[in-house]
């Protein structure tokens, strides 16, 4: 499925481009959201070897759930570039079940957690990869301004994954309007939410297993880095390009079009 505007999907890619064959859309979320990260992986090892990734980062989790809201809850960490809101990394990762559970919800939590054991808080190795990817492709040599929220375990995780020129700072995470410093991120996952379903509110649509979240949300960030416009008034140049780590715009169609790997 390629997205269109705010999480709209076109039909017509749901059919195999060589032979015509309707594709099932599992085999089609698969595929495009494959190429997707290895579109990004691309752009930047590209940018790492001319050693553009610098600057302002902004990381906070967005919670959600896979299949049960109080039962299965989900942790969402997104990292982004500041001034560009190019969206760097995802991960998706279990967090326990919600407190004052009901006693049929107890009865069904000791139930799964019989089945497939005890549910535990994925957040910080979530975090840490997040922190790793970056750490990986940014220039050590500029300095690198990570903002976050207040959260305890984000000071240990990128210490673990990244030192020197590294400046960590820390907000409180109450303000949601345009007076917080991480009203970027914020305004990132207001984004997301929206036009990706699976992480739509109170909706069938929720996703049912986390993995394909992930695999979902690697389709909404190939558009939001490299289709959609930066803003409504900055309609002709992409998150990617505003931070110059492409130098071209791309269409939906011309995104997928594009080779990332040599045919083998």
């Known amino acids: 499925m390629a997205a269109d505007s705010y999480g709209q999907f076109n ?13 099932p859309v599992r085999q089609r979320l698969l595929l495009l959201a494959k190429h997707a990260r290895e579109f990004q992986n691309a752009v930047l090892e590209r940018a790492r070897a001319r050693g ?60 799964l957690e019989a089945k497939f054991g005890v549910r ?17 492709v940014r220039n050590p040599e500029v300095l690198t301004v990570m903002q976050t929220d207040k959260a305890p375990h984000y000071p240990g995780a990128l210490a673990e994954t990244m030192s020197g020129n590294v400046l960590h700072l820390r907000y409180s995470g109450k303000l949601k309007d345009k007076s917080s410093p991480l009203w970027p991120i914020n305004f990132t996952l207001a984004m997301l939410r929206d036009g990706l379903s699976r992480l739509v509110r109170r909706t069938w649509g929720s996703t049912k ?33 505003i931070a110059k780590y492409v130098s071209r715009t791309f269409s939906k169609t011309s995104f997928f079009e594009w080779r990332v790997l040599p045919i083998r």
């Open 11 to 23: 039909a017509s890619l749901l059919y195999c481009n060589k032979c015509g064959q309707a594709m």
């Open 52 to 111: 553009s990734i610098y600057g302002r980062f902004q990381l906070d989790e967005q919670q959600t759930f896979e299949g049960d809201r109080r039962l299965k809850p989900v942790t969402f960490p997104v990292l982004i570039h500041v001034e560009s809101r190019f969206v760097l990394h995802v991960e998706a990762e279990t967090l326990p079940a919600r407190g004052g559970l009901s006693r049929s919800e107890l009865l069904r939590k000791q139930r």
């Open 120 to 136: 535990i808080s994925g957040s910080r190795k979530a975090v840490k990869r997040c922190f790793e990817e970056l750490s990986r």
């Open 209 to 241: 297993e986390r993995a394909w979240l992930a695999e979902h949300a690697w389709i909404w960030i190939a558009y939001r880095n490299y289709i959609r416009g930066f803003t409504n008034k900055n309609r002709h140049r992409s998150s990617a390009q």
